[in-house]
């Protein structure tokens, strides 16, 4: 195994898992200050708790749904390019 000295800081297994406590306790911070801040919901359900964390995490993981079946359906053939010369 390399010397963790010589790797980037980006890579290091250090700063990767201080990144995710770090962000891990900010995000958990801003759904707790929704404890805190009073909202104008123009519908019901933004007013819920925690609305704008949980709905942003389902249309994240919709897109990414989206996305690969797209992928799928406009997936070409591997010689999709390749020119036929009899």
Known sequence: ????????????QRTIRLLWV???I???GLV?????????PSFGLEGTFGFY???????CAAMVI?????GIWLKRPDTYYHEDVD
Do not use: C, E
Request: glycine content about 8%.
């Open 1 to 12: 195994m390399a010397p963790q000295k010589n790797k980037h800081w980006l890579v290091r």
């Open 53 to 59: 964390a949980w709905y942003g995490l389902g249309t």
């Open 22 to 24: 770090w962000f891990s």
């Open 66 to 70: 989206v996305a690969k079946l797209l």
């Open 26 to 28: 900010v995000l958990a």
């Open 32 to 40: 707790l200050a929704d404890i805190f801040v009073h909202g104008h």
